[in-house]
């Protein structure tokens, strides 16, 4: 399988930071986006970065800036839908979505994606933890999938795009209903998908930097 494009998802509206772009908040004398795109440049052919707004703001990047095509803020899948639109521009096949705000993802993350989706039809697969005990009740067969952190066919963009347009938000609820699967990455000592939403986060982020 040929290296994917990457789309690095920062579409949201941060309401649990107090709104702006937790993309550019600073981590260790770097942004955020920066840490994102280091790890990210690796592992796949080309990036792009899903955000709305003014794209000005991230021109220190060098990142093309796609925006949601769906309107009023639907959630992680319309940013997966223009990584998927640009794809298809670009005659890529595949798209891995990783977000803004995750600085300590796998540095295997595509590797690993890309062989789990060996025998897919289309290649669908999310990245997953096991969960603790306490929140495995809540996730399927003890894991905690992590919907961000995706390989996605550019064949299903169109199945995405009427999925979204009637209302669909859900991720699981769109990768299940097409044979999508899961691999599952150590969440230990550092859960690698330890995200920024607060600023007690980021300051937790600060301390494992």
């Given at each position: 399988?040929?290296?994917p494009l990457g789309v690095i998802l920062a579409g949201g509206q941060a309401t649990r930071m107090g709104g702006g772009d937790k993309a550019l908040l600073m981590l260790g004398g770097q942004t955020l986006l920066a840490r994102v795109t280091a790890r990210l440049a690796p592992q796949v052919a080309d990036m792009a970065l899903n955000a709305n707004g003014d794209p000005a703001r991230f021109a220190g990047h060098?990142?093309?800036?796609?925006?949601?095509?769906?309107?009023?803020?639907?959630?992680?899948?319309?940013?997966?839908?223009?990584?998927?639109?640009?794809?298809?521009?670009?005659?890529?096949?595949?798209?891995?979505?990783?977000?803004?705000?995750?600085?300590?993802?796998?540095?295997?993350?595509?590797?690993?994606?890309?062989?789990?989706?060996?025998?897919?039809?289309?290649?669908?697969?999310?990245?997953?933890?096991?969960?603790?005990?306490?929140?495995?009740?809540?996730?399927?067969?003890?894991?905690?999938?992590?919907?961000?952190?995706?390989?996605?066919?550019?064949?299903?963009?169109?199945?995405?795009?009427?999925?979204?347009?009637?209302?669909?938000?859900?991720?699981?609820?769109?990768?299940?209903?097409?044979?999508?699967?899961?691999?599952?990455?150590?969440?230990?000592?550092?859960?690698?998908?330890?995200?920024?939403?607060?600023?007690?986060?980021?300051?937790?982020?600060?301390?494992?930097?």
């Open positions: 399988m040929s290296a060098d990142l093309p800036v796609l925006p949601d095509t769906i309107p009023g803020f639907p959630g992680p899948l319309a940013g997966v839908l223009a990584g998927l639109d640009w794809a298809a521009d670009q005659g890529a096949e595949t798209v891995v979505s990783v977000a803004a705000d995750t600085p300590f993802f796998p540095d295997d993350l595509v590797a690993r994606l890309q062989e789990a989706a060996q025998g897919q039809a289309h290649p669908l697969v999310l990245a997953a933890t096991e969960g603790a005990a306490e929140t495995r009740s809540r996730a399927r067969s003890g894991l905690i999938r992590h919907p961000t952190f995706g390989l996605w066919p550019v064949a299903l963009r169109e199945d995405l795009r009427a999925a979204l347009h009637e209302g669909l938000r859900k991720v699981v609820l769109w990768t299940e209903a097409h044979g999508g699967r899961e691999v599952v990455f150590p969440s230990g000592p550092v859960d690698p998908f330890f995200n920024v939403n607060t600023p007690e986060d980021l300051a937790r982020a600060e301390a494992l930097a």
